[in-house]
């Protein structure tokens, strides 16, 4: 089952312009993970932000957390043309050991 | 060292085959996953083992039987698969199960001809 719904579904900007990407899910959660993966291949930890944080940065990369409307948000600031990839939501179910993955969003930052 | 390795990378086998696929962590993690990706999709959780025990089991088929030898190795055994079941398989761990980052492999894909 879906637990998380993201938007756009892809995403083409040029490089220098910053990249928002927006994570729906339905049910209580611990804490929501975001990762990129580059062209099928094994997915790379960017950022976790738990149930009782707002905000979290990392280098060029902002996550925000609304649990009253469960949603997030990544905003990749000054994109380059080595962010393109595929980027995807991940939360955990609350009360079971589920990582369930949002649909992702493509991303391409032409240069 | 945060890595979590996968072998074989590819991997084409027929239906009537048995293979296995390998994970393996050294970074002391007690929860392990298997998910399934198919292209353009996201990835679908199979399996968490917890401290070497199936914690979770997504009413995977029978075909694909998981299998914790120890705290750091995770198997995925194959064994009559059908073409639908061709994927990436990648492998995962995390200090514990959800509370912290899980780290992935590469994967290995998997063609069932």
């Known amino acids: 089952s879906q637990q998380g719904e993201e938007d756009p579904q892809a995403l083409s900007i040029q490089e220098g312009e910053n990249a928002t990407m927006n994570c729906s899910y339905k049910?209580?959660?611990?804490?929501l993970q975001w990762y990129r993966q580059n062209s099928g291949r094994g997915l790379v930890h960017l950022i976790l932000?738990?149930?009782?944080?707002r905000e979290k940065h990392s280098g060029r990369l902002r996550v925000t957390l609304d649990t009253s409307k469960k949603s997030s948000s990544l905003l990749i600031t000054a994109s380059r043309a080595a962010d393109t990839a595929s980027y995807f939501c991940?939360?955990?179910?609350?009360?079971?050991?589920?990582?369930?993955f949002g649909t992702g969003t493509r991303l391409k930052v032409l240069a | 060292d945060t890595e979590v390795t996968q072998t074989p990378k590819h991997l084409v086998m027929g239906m009537t085959n048995k293979k296995s696929l390998k994970c393996e962590q050294h970074?002391?993690?007690?929860?392990m996953y298997w998910y399934k990706q198919k292209a353009k999709k996201p990835p679908e959780l199979m399996f968490v083992?917890?401290?070497?025990?199936?914690?979770i089991n997504e009413s995977v088929p029978s075909r694909f039987s998981p299998e914790c030898p120890n705290s750091s190795l995770l198997n995925l055994h194959l064994h009559a698969l059908q073409p639908e079941d061709s994927a990436l398989y990648l492998c995962?761990?995390?200090?514990?199960?959800?509370?912290?980052?899980?780290?992935f492999g590469q994967g290995t894909r998997l063609t069932v001809v």
């Open positions: 049910t209580s959660i611990n804490n």
């Open positions: 932000i738990r149930s009782n944080e």
């Open positions: 083992y917890s401290y070497e025990k199936l914690s």
């Open positions: 991940a939360t955990d179910i609350s009360g079971t050991y589920k990582y369930i």
């Open positions: 970074m002391g993690h007690r929860a």
């Open positions: 995962a761990s995390s200090q514990e199960a959800l509370r912290t980052e899980a780290f």
